[in-house]
């Protein structure tokens, strides 16, 4: 079946230390998304990236990096310039018009 | 810079009620919204997509309308069920980009 992997379920992180969450795609979609969830808001845009080798920074860019090498994944490291990074991380993919279709997410929890 | 709400915030019905949840859109130049529903701790699952050229869509007990010209959208659902508590989350995506803009969500409790 096709859909989005996002690994891993739960991550740690200590100060100071970038940390790089995993978001893999089989759906052959062309544009890829990651968006941070805390609690009572809504989803924020860190990053999308459109085509393989390009992205653009959403609303909340900073401290984040991205990489988009190959069509099929995505990944978000989450650099130590990332002063507050505990969040619920998900991440999307989409083609066309149809909608988005959403990973199950990683936990990120400052140690 | 489009802007999305969603009220009620938190709703709690008894099983078999049927209830309405909001949406509304400060920009109304979208191309599509999409309604997801989310379990705690899990990612998001979509229930209806509808196009900025189509009125409604329906999926079993759930019906979706769109009034694009009052940035409006509304999630109708029918004798609801215990199994039907998450919080649902209403978006857009603008006419030019991909980007989706979401709403804060509506946490939803159908008590049995």
């Known amino acids: 079946d096709g859909g989005i992997t996002q690994s891993p379920k739960y991550l740690f992180r200590k100060e100071g230390q970038n940390v790089t969450l995993s978001c893999e795609q089989n759906?052959?979609?062309?544009?890829m998304y990651w968006y941070r969830q805390d609690p009572g808001q809504g989803l924020r845009l860190i990053y999308y990236?459109?085509?393989?080798?390009?992205?653009q920074k959403g609303d909340i860019a900073e401290g984040y990096s991205v990489s988009r090498e190959k069509k099929e994944s995505f990944p978000l490291t989450v650099t130590s310039a990332q002063k507050n990074p505990t969040a619920f991380y998900l991440c999307?993919?989409?083609?066309?018009?149809?909608?988005?279709?959403f990973g199950s997410g990683t936990r990120l929890t400052v140690v | 810079k489009q802007e999305v709400t969603q009220i009620p915030a938190a709703l709690s019905v008894p099983e078999g009620e049927n209830l309405v949840l909001n949406c509304s859109f400060t920009?109304?130049?979208?191309?599509?919204l999409q309604w997801f529903r989310q379990d705690p701790g899990k990612g998001l699952t979509s229930l209806l997509l509808?196009?900025?050229?189509?009125r409604e869509q329906t999926s079993g007990r759930l019906n979706a309308s769109l009034d694009k010209s009052s940035g409006r959208s509304t999630l109708y659902i029918a004798a609801s069920q215990p199994g039907d508590s998450a919080t649902y989350l209403c978006a857009v995506r603008g006419e030019y980009g991909n980007k989706l803009v979401f709403g804060a969500g509506t946490i939803l409790r159908v008590k049995s």
């Open positions: 999307a993919s989409s083609i066309n018009s149809r909608g988005y279709t």
């Open positions: 920009d109304s130049a979208i191309y599509n």
């Open positions: 990236s459109q085509i393989v080798n390009d992205f």
């Open positions: 759906l052959n979609h062309d544009a």
């Open positions: 509808i196009q900025s050229s189509q």
